[in-house]
């Protein structure tokens, strides 16, 4: 098993950046295929960005591509989110998960997750 724990959220307003952090424990890091999810008020769980065991293969949904960057230091055991010209839509809470199959994304496909970390981009 793995534990997951999400830093770095917070309140900014539009055009800001933000980078999100999510610190693993337990089993080994490197193992796992590792994705960013979000989640808005009334919404479902979407997917964000994935990326590969060894930080080399990468994913985004079409609304953050260009914007944002995922990416992993499996010597830290972390991974990354930063976020680049936040607009208000993308205010959810952000969730990293861990799963076996990369290119993985619905939620479930993953069976770890974190407690997520809050986002909120004011106009």
């Known amino acids: 098993q793995v534990q997951l724990v999400e830093s770095g959220g917070g309140l900014v307003q539009t055009g800001d950046s933000l980078r999100l952090s999510c610190a693993a424990s337990?089993?080994?890091?490197?193992?796992?295929?590792m994705d960013w999810f979000r989640q808005a008020p009334g919404k479902e769980r979407e997917f964000v960005a994935g990326v590969g065991r060894f930080g080399i293969s990468t994913y985004y949904a079409d609304s953050v591509k260009g914007r944002f960057t995922i990416s992993r230091d499996n010597a830290k055991n972390t991974l990354y989110l930063q976020m680049n010209s936040l607009k208000p839509e993308d205010t959810a809470v952000y969730y990293c998960?861990?799963?076996?199959?990369?290119?993985?994304?619905?939620?479930?496909?993953?069976?770890?997750w974190g407690q997520g970390t809050q986002v909120t981009v004011s106009a």
């Open positions: 337990g089993r080994t890091f490197s193992s796992y295929v």
């Open positions: 998960a861990a799963g076996e199959r990369l290119g993985a994304r619905r939620p479930t496909d993953f069976g770890f």
